[in-house]
């Protein structure tokens, strides 16, 4: 009797785009990240694919890819993110699944996921076929084969959901042991009753479906999955460990499988250093004789399933009353907030569903004049949504189009089938998961299903919006002024959405504050600069001009015309034109300069008013990162003129709040509040510059601790990351370059005095790669009597020491890629002497 292990992580993030804009924008709730995707990316993602082992002194002993050695699954939504905003630890994961491939008898870690998470058995039949071909589609697109498995958002599940997995030949799903109802062996005999997480989930099971086919299923280990999400079990990776091996029972008689399968959150965003502990553990069964480490594909081959399980449908792993959390008030929230309800949950899915028909309606009207088969080619339009390229959409036209498209045919036809992806995106799970009707998640989806009808209304001219309101107004807010989904809609949604007049503002308002090149791309946007004239008078500026815009998406177009006056401050109007020029576009031009030469500013806004029409924008029209990126901008002389009024004080006063500190008699607040703004913002400029002082730093801490004064933690541990990240990648770029270690080195040996925790994850990173591949030749080239090679290796292990590593005496032997290549020969060693 062999025993396996294997542990599953279903790595996801809802879909937080700008329907509009095609782009995460910043959410100040992740501060100091950009995003919500970009923090848990940096606690859970990225150091999983570069995980620290520790040695029993506590020292990293070596950095591992986690992915590689565990089976998991990633929302397509989040990988579509990561390409552009995390490209490195899309390229670890990826590669991780090819390094498993040699370790698990040709079975990939990777499963695939229903494209954006929405809960199966509540989708029409449509939507399940396109969720599974999206799914499988965009995994073979990245992991450059077919999955064999898939996750099922929530592992919700029914009988029709697992037919749609089997039909595009997905060999396995994952489930929690509470869905299994009753199992029987193969052979016919009796049904055994497993209700209550009974089941035992050594082994896979066979769903046998009413088309004929079946498909296997494996039921996670229910009380060690419980463990680690809720009890806290990987603040130890060697109880994780015992816990694993420990759940096989030596009484049974048969090969089995101890597994897992959790948010993949855990390890690192929901428990700090979870990662570390996965690899410690996984470590640890490695070294176990008796026990295997497995993916699911490669148990399932040579364990196919002996039994056939009937489950309980519709069901789910995160609700007990069957997938009832995503329609209706059930009793399950998320906690934290007696005496709420969740009774919106089944109007806002009836809104949905109302709008979802009405679309589909015309979309399968419409649409067939255009396309052969309106919904194959939807199926397949997720070929588009991984490559938008000019030839890549004439090809899918080429395959699906009744006839040769002319431009505005293209443009109907990508609209119609935008208007379908932003009919699936709204139902994304995390909609109806939480408390409240207001919350940034079901928020998020009401916004994708305004923008399916602002589409609908640009294709068909039809108002889909009232009717879908109304019923949106039925949902009613546990918060007394939200009320209900009408005002939410009012409040929240509206305000977002972005129309071609909006974008036309923002290019024209940013381009006062940064000079675009003729052809420019803002988000999901491109422009192209016809015209552009610019005036100014000290602060004052006046901008007029003419430029293309055109939508990516589906490649509509518009002429924009425009004119902007800034006054200084924020003090800002904008005007702008769609698909013509606002009258003599000439004479404006010359009216427009001569009274700004005047500096007559009513008139130019009477001027524009006039050309333009009473239409104005301003900087609160500006798109969320451009509106805090320019209004930085503007803040800057007001933060330098309040900075130099606390230095006054602080340079004045400093003496006498030590002094005061020392009396150990109480602060004077605004002296004490002056003070901590100068020295916090003296160490965190000085890590935020590329010319580290380091005694100046040791100077200003010692300044802190004689004056009491607290520091501004998060801020500078931010700055600190930043400053170490970017002479990293530069250390990376040139490791010969002994200089630029020693600078590193002397910041590291600063980091125990900054009584905080600091995030050294990049330079740590960098230190094991270049001590694999460079190091090396180094250590060959010293023991040959190479005395700058000599120095250049006591300076890298000075500064592994520093990073918190266990430098061995001798280096592994680890040739890169690039080395293999050819790059046998290190330049010559800069500053090394």
């Keep these: 009797m062999k025993k396996y292990v294997c542990v599953h992580g279903h790595f996801y993030q809802p879909p937080r785009e700008n329907p509009w804009l095609e782009a995460v924008e910043l959410q100040d709730s992740a501060s100091p990240y950009h995003d919500w995707n970009e923090r848990i990316t940096a606690e859970c993602y990225a150091p999983n694919a570069h995980s620290r082992r520790l040695n029993g002194e506590n020292r990293i002993e070596r950095i591992v890819n986690n992915y590689s050695k565990i089976s998991f699954n990633f929302g397509p939504t989040l990988l579509s993110w990561m390409k552009q905003k995390a490209p490195d630890i899309l390229s670890a994961i990826l590669e991780a ?57 929530e592992c919700a599940v029914d009988l029709d959901s697992l037919e749609a997995l089997a039909q595009f030949g997905i060999q396995f799903t994952i489930l929690s042991p509470f869905q299994a109802n009753r199992v029987r062996p193969l052979d016919g005999a009796e049904w055994r009753d497993v209700n209550g997480g009974k089941v035992d989930p050594s082994m896979a099971y066979r769903v046998n479906l009413p088309s004929g086919r079946s498909i296997a299923v494996f039921f996670y280990d229910a009380p060690v999955a419980q463990a680690v999400a809720f009890e806290r079990l990987l603040t130890d990776g060697g109880r994780f460990a015992d816990r694993l091996v420990g759940a096989c029972n030596d009484e049974r008689t048969w090969d089995q499988l101890v597994h897992v399968a959790t948010d993949g959150e855990s390890y690192g965003h929901h428990f700090r250093y979870g990662d570390m502990a996965l690899a410690y553990a996984l470590k640890r069964i490695e070294a176990n004789p008796d026990v295997c480490l497995t993916v699911y594909g490669e148990f399932l081959e040579s364990h196919p399933p002996t039994h056939e399980v009937e489950l309980h449908e519709p069901s789910a792993w995160s609700c007990p009353h069957g997938v009832d959390r995503w329609r209706r008030d059930c009793g399950c929230n998320s906690g934290g907030h007696g005496g709420w309800n969740q009774s919106w949950r089944e109007p806002l899915r009836n809104a949905f569903d109302w709008l979802r028909d009405q679309l589909a309606t015309r979309f399968e009207t419409q649409a067939g004049s255009l396309l052969k088969d309106p919904w194959t080619a939807r199926d397949e ?37 935008e208007v379908q992806r932003h009919a699936m995106l709204m139902y994304t799970s995390c909609g109806w998961f939480f408390d409240e009707l207001s919350g940034l998640e079901t928020v998020q989806v009401i916004q994708y299903a305004a923008r399916a009808v602002q589409l609908a209304r640009e294709l068909w001219n039809e108002d889909l919006e009232s009717g879908f309101v109304d019923l949106l107004s039925k949902a009613k807010s546990n918060i007394p002024e939200n009320s209900d989904g009408r005002v939410i809609y009012e409040r929240f949604v509206k305000p977002a959405v972005v129309t071609r007049n909006t974008v036309g503002a923002h290019y024209a308002i940013s381009s006062i504050f940064e000079a675009y090149p003729v052809d420019a791309r803002l988000y999901a946007f491109s422009f192209h600069q016809e015209d552009r004239q610019m005036f100014t008078a000290g602060a004052a500026r006046l901008a007029l001009g003419r430029a293309r815009i055109t939508f990516e998406i589906t490649r509509s177009w518009d002429w924009l015309t425009y004119g902007v006056l800034y006054m ?82 602080a340079d004045r006063h ?16 605004g002296l004490k509040m002056a003070v901590e703004v100068v020295l916090n913002s003296e160490i965190r400029d000085q890590f935020e510059s590329d010319h580290l002082d380091v005694e100046r730093v040791r100077s200003v801490l010692a300044e802190c601790h004689a004056t009491k004064v607290t520091l501004d933690r998060d801020t500078l541990a931010y700055s600190i990351k930043g400053y170490f990240d970017r002479l990293s990648e530069r250390l990376l770029k040139t490791p010969e370059d002994a200089d630029l270690l020693r600078r590193l080195i002397d910041a590291a040996k600063l980091l125990p005095e900054l009584p905080f925790e600091k995030n050294l994850w990049k330079p740590q990173n960098v230190y094991f790669e270049i001590s694999r591949t460079v190091r090396p030749q180094l250590v060959e080239r010293a023991k040959n009597g190479d005395e700058a090679a000599a120095l250049w290796e006591q300076l890298l292990c000075e500064f592994g020491t520093a990073l918190g590593f266990a430098v061995p005496a001798e280096p592994e032997v680890e040739v890169s890629a690039t080395t293999q290549a050819g790059k046998s020969e290190l330049p010559a060693l800069v500053g090394a002497h």
């Design 654 to 669: 400093s003496t006498l709040l030590r002094f005061m500190a020392d009396l150990h008699v109480p602060l004077l607040e």
């Design 568 to 649: 200084g401050s924020h003090n800002l109007n904008c005007w702008v034109h769609l698909n013509g020029h606002p009258g003599d576009y000439g004479g404006l031009l010359k009216e427009a300069r001569e009274a700004f030469d005047r500096a007559d500013f009513p008139e130019i806004i009477r001027l524009m008013d006039r050309h333009f029409g009473q239409t104005q924008y301003s900087l609160k029209n500006l798109f969320r990162d451009e509106q805090r990126k320019l209004l930085n901008q503007i803040l800057t002389a007001t933060r330098e003129e309040i900075h130099a009024a606390y230095r006054l004080i």
């Design 381 to 417: 339009y997720i070929n588009v949504i991984l490559d938008r390229s000019p030839d890549n959409i004439h090809a899918f036209f080429g395959r699906h189009a009744t006839h040769e498209l002319d431009d505005g045919e293209q443009v109907a036809a990508l609209r119609m089938l």
């Design 97 to 153: 699944d090819k390094e498993s491939q040699n370790r698990f008898s040709g079975h990939g870690s990777a499963i695939a996921q229903c494209y954006n998470h929405l809960i199966m058995p509540l989708a029409n039949a449509r939507d399940r076929l396109t969720q599974v071909a999206w799914g499988i589609r965009d995994f073979e697109s990245r992991f450059k084969r077919a999955p064999e498995g898939m996750w099922l958002p």
